[in-house]
Every structure is written in C-alpha cells, then in structure tokens.
C-alpha cells in the first residue's frame, strides 16, 4: 500500500478536501483466463469496516450525501485486441489486461476509483475512451468517458488516467463508449459495497448476460447504418453467462472455415442449502433483451440499477442493455441434484438471435455437479415470457426503498419523438426530435461548454438540448420508430420513470406520486413512451441514448445540457484539454473513418 499526497491527484484541488491524505490500495482482479465461474466478490464490505459510517438505506439520500472515504482503488488496464474463442468459435476480442470479460472493479461506497488506461489497440488501432455506467460523476464530470461529450477519444498508444468517486452504491458495469467497441468485448462489472437492505449470506457476484456476436463488431456497425435494408437488423450467434457458453459449431454459415470447437463450457455456481445469495444480474451485450431464472428456485428482486427497491417475489427477471438487477435466492434446504441457471435472448419485437439460450449450472454438491447439465423443468413463467415480452416489471412492483418524490410541476416539459429512416445519401439512421446524432470526437461538448460556449448553431448533428439552470425536466419520450423497443439510458442521473405504457401518454398519470421507481435504463415499448423527470442537480453534458450499440450508432441520441453557467465555473483538469491535445495530434497525421454516430 503507498501513500500519496492529495496535490499529486490528477484533479488537483477540486471535490475532496475534506482528507489530507489518501491511502492507495493498488488492485488486481485475478481469475483464470477460460475457467468458470467467473470472480468471487468479497462479502461486503471490503476490509476497512463500515467505511460509509452511519449512513444506511433508511436515513441517507444518496444524491444529496455521499461519502468519501479518502481510498483510493487504483487499477492498471491496458486494452488490446486478440483473437480468443470464449465459446468455442475463434474471433477477434477487445480485451483489458488479457481477459473477456474486462476484470471485475471491486470498491466501497465513496472510495475513488482511479483506473490508468493504456490503449494498446491494434491491427487497427482505434481511439478508446470508458464510460462508467450509472456512476453520478458529481465532482468529476469529466470523467464520464464519453468522447466528442466529456472528452477526446484515447489516441492509439496513449494514456488517460479516470479518478472519480463511487457515488452510488450496488452493482453495475463498465464499458467502451466509442463506436461500438463494447459489443466487441469492451465491458467488465463494477461492485460498489454500501448498506444493506434486505439480509443475505453469500454475495456470488457479477453474472452478465450478453448477446454475443461472431463477426467483428465494425462490421456489423457498416451494416446497420448501411443502405441495405435486409442487413440492419443482424442476429446475434450466442448468448453469454459471465462470458461463457457452448456453441454448435455445426451451425456456422457453410464455407465459414474459423477454427471452432464444440463444448466450450458453461458457467457453474455453488449454492448452499438455507442460505441467502445475492446474485448480481448485468445485461451487457449490444442488443438482446434478457430474461433470467433458475429452475426450482425463487428470487427476490431487491435493486434495479443502483437503486435498492422494496423486495418482490418473482421467478423471472426482464433486464434491457444496459440494466442491473440484485435478486436473492435462498438455497433449497432438501436440493436434488443440480438446477439449470438460463437467461434467454426475449425475441419477437425485442431482439434478434441464432442461438438466443444461455446456460450455467447451480450445485449444491460436487457428486451432483460432476453427473453433469442438469434436467430440470423451466419455470412455466419463464417459458411464457421469453416472446414478446420486453416489457420491464411494472413499475406498481418496483418501489424505491429510499422514497423521493419529484417536482409534480416541473418548469420543463418536452416530447422527444424517435423515428427511424434513410438520409439523403441513402444511409439508414435513427433520430430523436427529427435529427439524427453524430459526434465530433475532436470537440468535446463539456469542454467547450466549460469556456462559456453553449450554443452550437452550427452543428445541429450533435443534438444539444439545453435546459437551462430549470430545477427538473420531464421528457415524453414517444417511440415512432418501428416496432422495436429500446432501452433508454440517461448518464449523470437516476431518473424518475413517471409512467410507460403503449401509444401515447394521457398527460397526467403518474405511477406512485410520492415514490416513482427511479433507474438509469427503462425500457421503452414498441410503439409506446416513456415519461421520465430528473433533477438538475449535476450541471454537465449528459448523454441521453438508446443503449442498443446498434441504435446508438445509427443516432439515437441527444446531449442533454444541464446548467451551462454552472458548466462555465467547474475547475476542469488540464488532463482534459491534453487528451484532446493527444487526440489532435494523432488525427493531424491519421484519418479517422467514423462510420457511425461515434458513440
Ligand atoms: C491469480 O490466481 C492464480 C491461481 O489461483 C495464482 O497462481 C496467482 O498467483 C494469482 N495472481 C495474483 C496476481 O494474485
Ligand atoms: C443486401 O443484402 C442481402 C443479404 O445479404 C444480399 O443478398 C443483397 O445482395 C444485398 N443487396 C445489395 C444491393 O447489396
Ligand atoms: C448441431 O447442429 C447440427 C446442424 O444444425 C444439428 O444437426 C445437431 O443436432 C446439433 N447438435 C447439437 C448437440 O445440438
Ligand atoms: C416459489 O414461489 C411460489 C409462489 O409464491 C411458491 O408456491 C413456491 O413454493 C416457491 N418455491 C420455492 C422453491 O421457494
Ligand atoms: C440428463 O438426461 C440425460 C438423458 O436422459 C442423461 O444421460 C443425463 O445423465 C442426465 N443428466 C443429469 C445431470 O442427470
Ligand atoms: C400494472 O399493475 C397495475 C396494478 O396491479 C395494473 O392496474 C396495470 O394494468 C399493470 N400494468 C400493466 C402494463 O400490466
Ligand atoms: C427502512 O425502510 C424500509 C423501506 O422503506 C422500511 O420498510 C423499514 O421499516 C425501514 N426501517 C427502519 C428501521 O426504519
Ligand atoms: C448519411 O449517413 C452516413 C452514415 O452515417 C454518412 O456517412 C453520410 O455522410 C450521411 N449523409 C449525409 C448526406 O448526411
Ligand atoms: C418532424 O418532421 C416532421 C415531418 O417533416 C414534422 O411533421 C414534425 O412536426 C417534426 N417534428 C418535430 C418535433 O420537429
Ligand atoms: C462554439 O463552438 C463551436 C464549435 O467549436 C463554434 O463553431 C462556435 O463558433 C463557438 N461559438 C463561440 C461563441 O465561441
Ligand atoms: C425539438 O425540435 C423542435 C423543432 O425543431 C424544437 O423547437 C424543440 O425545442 C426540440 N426539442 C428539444 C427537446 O430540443
Ligand atoms: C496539427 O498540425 C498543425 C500543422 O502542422 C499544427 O500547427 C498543430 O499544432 C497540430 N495539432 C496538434 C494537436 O498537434
Ligand atoms: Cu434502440
């Protein structure tokens, strides 16, 4: 462990002067490249105590009174591509220190996570930036890692250094938000320890779902904003629990001659009988909607995204791209055999794939474990779920355990239609408010917004939305588009999620008034909206997009700018305006083709 003085953080003066000096614990998230499971989370809270103090789920708003703790968790990720064969069939991957998924990210609530990122992306290179999803950013909103937003891309070979405070507590994820990176391996997890609200016994940690797709995610992106229309929509090849999954390779296309090996492997979990686990459900893939159980076990749902809700009882959990949700699970006290753990790919206007079915295997025992894939029956709730049915759970069931209720009669109100269709060149593209996204990775919003510039007449393609200093701002978000649900994301909040419904909202009803359920992702229906409500109390640039790769490629976006005079008064890092620096230099002498949005 080395001690460090506050002077040498790279946001010099700013947001932490309560501590003088900050212990550093260097971390290393260790698991064997191929092996499953995937990484034993240490039970809560990590060695230094109860470091949050009194604060619990009951007596702190967390928006309003974070902690810090002065630790500082520092990892070293270097990101490259190599070709790896998670399920079988040998591909090309974007990999963080060697390893699909990137390493799991492993803190208490108010340390600072300062993550040193060394783009060593070849063959080609690509610039590279990390979003950190759901985390507020309310000291550093720089630190977003959004390019063209909050920042310059990382240029090739460079090096960028994020330092900011886990401001909210639960479990989330990480990932590239260039181009569509993150559908080319580009995620990990992110545990952030704080109170409890509901006891457990075992925290099994992350389990991420993803879709997975074999072809290079580039080319995939040249599809979907292609003038091809039978090539908009691609099928994802896989489904993934923890990075792992069998694949028939049998089934590829005919003349496809990339090395594949059948039996993989799937991921396995040990339970024990009578006791709680808490299990960390992530949906990081690109486009697949999931639906998750476990034969003969119950869960009780307990957070979505980093908002711990009052418990429910379920035997099947909907995650949208980009949503978390804990639930816990007791161990039978009389278990048979092994069960079946399966998250599947929802299809019909949800989501498209070849091979939709993810398989792990819960033990209670090695004999049982050792007899092999299990037998058990899937719930019938499951079997019925799985078409159709991208819905959320109904926001009457997800109440939020620390109740806020928002302004009834905010000062913004705005409908935001998306819609979907071909530019003049032909391209397919997606737009919200007539028009569709495109980034300047040279010219990061939150940077010029800072030097007092918020008005960009010339640059309608970047979508800015500004709110001026209003306290709250309420959007109808209306999907025009075709019969497709997307899972909307908004960066720098937890968000109200006011109602959601098909066609179009009566204007007036709120679900639970005094205590809306509140989440940083909510599914948006097929031909339906969306009524969301956030505090302004962030001022930044914050993206708000669909969390499809695909959509978000083809500019499903806007930037939402919040407060731009409290923008202009934040003491932002030299380390900024020097990635752009970095940034420029390496596109003085190199061309970047950004066929898509950027993001
Ligand atoms: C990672 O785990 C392996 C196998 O358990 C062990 O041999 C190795 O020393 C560990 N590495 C670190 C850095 O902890
Ligand atoms: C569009 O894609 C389909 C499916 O791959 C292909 O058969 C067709 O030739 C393509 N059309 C054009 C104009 O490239
Ligand atoms: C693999 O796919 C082939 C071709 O579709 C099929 O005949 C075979 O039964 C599959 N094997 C398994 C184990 O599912
Ligand atoms: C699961 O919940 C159902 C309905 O509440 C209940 O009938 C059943 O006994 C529960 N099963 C287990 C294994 O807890
Ligand atoms: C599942 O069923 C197959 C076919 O009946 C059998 O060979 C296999 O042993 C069973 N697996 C377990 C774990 O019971
Ligand atoms: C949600 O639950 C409420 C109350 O149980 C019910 O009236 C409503 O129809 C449900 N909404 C949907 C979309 O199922
Ligand atoms: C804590 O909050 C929960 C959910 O709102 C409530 O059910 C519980 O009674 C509260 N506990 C205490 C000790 O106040
Ligand atoms: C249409 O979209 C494509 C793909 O994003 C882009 O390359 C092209 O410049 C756009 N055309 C026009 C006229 O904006
Ligand atoms: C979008 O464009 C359509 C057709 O050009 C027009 O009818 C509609 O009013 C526009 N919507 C907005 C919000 O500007
Ligand atoms: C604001 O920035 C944009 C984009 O760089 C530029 O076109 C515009 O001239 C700037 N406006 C002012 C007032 O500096
Ligand atoms: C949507 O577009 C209309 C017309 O271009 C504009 O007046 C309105 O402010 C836009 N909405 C938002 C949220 O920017
Ligand atoms: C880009 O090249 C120009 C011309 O050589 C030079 O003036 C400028 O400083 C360079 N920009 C960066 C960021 O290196
Ligand atoms: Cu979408």
Known sequence: MKIRSLAALPWGTLAVASFQWAKVVHCQANYSELSVPFLQTTNPPLPQGFPWGPRTANNTNPYTDSPVTGVIRAYDFTISRAQKAPDGYLKDVLLVNGQF???????????????????????????????????????????????????????????????????????????????????????????????????????????????????????????????????????????????????????????????????????????????????????????????????????????????????????????????????????????????????????????????????????????????????????????????????????????????????????????????????????????????????????????LANTGNDSFPLHPEWNVHNFGSNSSVRLVIQNNGPPIAHPIHLHGHNYFVLNVGTGTWDGKTIIRQNNPQRRDVQMLPAGGFIVIQFEQDNPGAWPLHCHIAWHVSGGLYINVLERPADIAKLQIPSIMAQSCRDWGAFTNTTVVDQIDSGL
């Open 101 to 447: 998924p990137a390493p799991l990210i492993e803190v208490n609530w108010g340390d600072t996570i300062q993550v040193t990122v060394h783009n060593e992306i070849e063959g080609p290179g690509e610039g590279v930036a990390l979003h950190w999803h759901g985390i507020l950013q309310k000291t550093s909103q720089w630190f977003d890692g959004v390019p063209g937003t909050s920042q310059c891309p990382i240029p090739p070979g460079g090096t960028f250094t994020y330092s900011f405070i886990a401001d909210l507590y639960g479990t989330t994820w990480y990932h590239s938000h260039y181009s569509a990176q993150y559908a080319g391996g580009l995620i990990g997890p992110l545990i952030v320890h704080g109170p409890e609200t509901v006891r457990y016994d075992i925290d099994k940690g992350p389990i991420i779902l993803s879709d997975y797709y074999h072809r290079p995610y580039l080319s995939i992106v040249e599809d979907v904003v292609g003038k091809n229309v039978s090539l908009i929509a691609p099928l994802s090849d896989n489904n993934m629990i923890n990075g792992r999954n069998n694949f028939n390779c049998s089934t590829v296309t005919p003349g496809d001659t990339t090395p594949c090996k059948n039996n993989a492997g799937i991921p396995n979990f040990n339970f024990t009988p009578g006791k709680v686990h808490r299990l960390r459900l992530i949906n990081a893939g690109a486009e697949g909607v999931q639906k998750f159980t476990v034969d003969g076990h119950n869960m009780t749902v307990i957070a979505n995204d980093f908002v711990p809700i009052i418990p429910y009882e379920t035997q099947v959990v909907t995650l949208g791209i980009g949503q978390r949700t804990d639930v816990l699970i007791t161990g039978l006290q009389n278990p048979t055999g092994s069960y079946l753990m399966r998250s599947t790919i929802a299809r019909g206007g949800c989501s498209l794939s070849n091979q939709p079915d993810a398989t792990a295997i819960v033990y209670y025992n090695y004999a049982a474990l050792s007899k092999g894939t299990p037998n058990t029956t899937a719930w019938p709730a499951f079997l019925n779920s799985v078409q159709n049915q991208c819905a959320n759970d109904n926001l009457t069931l997800t109440q939020p355990w620390f109740p806020i209720a928002p302004d009834l009669a905010p000062p913004t109100t705005e409908t935001i239609d998306i819609t979907f269709g071909q530019n003049s060149s032909g391209n397919f593209e997606w737009l919200m408010n007539n028009s569709t996204f495109r980034a300047d990775y040279n010219a990061p919003l939150l940077l």
